[in-house]
């Protein structure tokens, strides 16, 4: 099968054992990416306030509503951060999802401040009383998720080694202006920032696409597709798994309504078609422009006509 994806690629294979700890990590975030920003706020036993945000970080389940996020060892030297120091001593946090607009402020407050300074005032952010847990909430974030602990599982004593904070949510709050007709929150309104590797991140907004998940049907797959589309030079494997993810193949009236179609608009076309043909190529443009205007029903439809081998 041909697409835009090299199957010929020459790979370097790596092994991180024995490799420096500030290599794997480069190599993990940089290839790992993006990854979801939570700003978490904590406190002490002292009810000292702590800000921080951690790109280890994802939803892992809905019943209960729980979160996960990994407060590392410091590389340099194995110490743990202030935000864990914390949830040890109290159980709790706000997750805050972080937005384009406090991307700066968010990163400020990631620096390494001593312990007791508050990285709310050093951000110039805003903190507002939580309802069910002690750390406050950011008011500047469109989503807050107040969260109890249920374990912090470590993952080894060396530096660069995670923490498992496993969090569940008990109470949250969600921005008007940031939610849809359904009450859940719209990727464009809410704008979220992703971290990759070094100082890159990624902005949800800025190239928002979809994707129909295949699980709402069992799509009939790219082998059930002609042998010709397949093979067609500049085939994408984008393409080949949108028409694949549709349910069944067309009908043999819906092809040659396709077929009569095509044949309306080309009738110095010669037929039937070859692969390999100028009439092929034709075909197959009008292929990819029916499945880039969303009307993949027709297209398929198209990919159907018949084509025989090249002669």
């Excluded at 951000?123 to 998720?145: D, M, N, Y």
């Excluded at 928002?208 to 397949?230: I, T, Y």
């Amino acid at each position: 099968m041909s697409n835009q994806v090299p199957l010929n690629r020459i790979f370097r294979e790596w092994d991180p054992r024995g490799q420096a700890t500030a290599t794997v990590q480069q190599i993990l975030q940089s290839a790992v990416a993006p990854r979801p920003v939570a700003l978490v706020s904590t406190v002490n036993a002292q009810g000292e306030v702590n800000l921080s945000p951690f790109s280890f970080f994802n939803v892992f389940s809905a019943d209960p509503p729980v979160l996960i996020f990994s407060p590392a060892r410091r590389v340099r030297d194995g110490s743990t951060k202030h935000t864990l120091d914390n949830v040890m001593e109290v159980p709790e946090v706000v997750v805050q999802v972080v937005p384009y607009a406090l991307v700066e402020q968010v990163s400020l407050a990631s620096a390494e401040y001593p312990s007791g300074v508050n990285e709310f005032t050093k951000a110039g952010l805003t903190a507002l009383p939580s309802k069910r847990v002690q750390p406050p909430r950011v008011a500047e974030s469109p989503v807050q998720f107040e969260c109890k602990v249920l374990e912090v599982k470590p993952l080894g004593q060396n530096g660069g080694a995670g923490n498992l904070v496993i969090c569940e949510v008990i109470y949250a709050h969600l921005a008007e202006d940031v939610l849809d007709a359904n009450g859940v929150p719209d990727p464009r309104a809410l704008d979220p920032v992703a971290r990759l590797g070094g100082d890159w991140y990624s902005r949800a907004a800025g190239a928002l696409f979809e994707v129909p998940k295949p699980n709402r049907h069992c799509g009939m797959g790219v082998d059930a597709l002609p042998a010709w589309l397949q093979q067609q030079p500049g085939i994408t494997g984008n393409l080949l798994g949108r028409l694949g993810n549709l349910s069944a193949p067309p009908d043999a009236s819906k092809i040659l309504e396709a077929q009569e179609r095509f044949r309306a608009l080309h009738p110095q076309g010669s037929f039937p078609l070859r692969a390999g043909d100028p009439g092929c190529y034709v075909l197959f443009q009008q292929i990819l422009q029916l499945a880039e205007k969303g009307a993949l029903d027709e297209a398929l439809a198209l990919a159907f006509v018949p084509v025989g081998d090249a002669s």
